[in-house]
């Protein structure tokens, strides 16, 4: 018996995201978060990591931290819209005043979601925004 996939579940299968996070704990939570729902997913440590492998492959999303090492979230995101990057970029960050969802938004950020993240509103965004 063959079981069809749910709606839900054939949007998601194959998209390729990167997760854009120095701390690799929460990274992998992410991981756990997103391998069940079908995601293709791919790592890097700082915004300087994320620019190089997005040069290098081809990402239907970028989910990234703020506050990181070497380059941060909302400058990373500008230079990959100034890379032509016109996928969703979603920044994810401990700190959610309205001046730093302005900054994300401003610096070309499609969403702006705040830590501790809860998987069913992050499945969510991803399918509004995918």
Do not use: W
């Amino acid at each position: 018996m063959v079981k069809e996939k749910s709606k839900e579940q054939s949007k998601t299968v194959g998209k390729k995201i990167l997760i854009v996070d120095d701390n690799m704990a929460f990274a992998a939570a992410l991981k756990c978060a997103l391998l069940p729902k079908g995601f293709v997913l791919d790592t890097a440590k700082d915004g300087v990591e994320a620019l190089e492998k997005v040069k290098k492959n081809d990402y239907d999303a970028v989910l990234t931290d703020i506050i990181m090492p070497r380059m941060n979230g909302y400058e990373a995101t500008r230079r990959l819209r100034a890379l032509d990057f016109e996928k969703p970029i979603i920044g994810i960050s401990a700190f959610d005043f309205k001046e730093d969802i302005d900054e994300g938004l401003a610096a070309g950020m499609n969403a702006y979601v705040s830590k501790a993240i809860k998987p069913a509103a992050l499945m969510k965004l991803l399918a509004d925004l995918l």
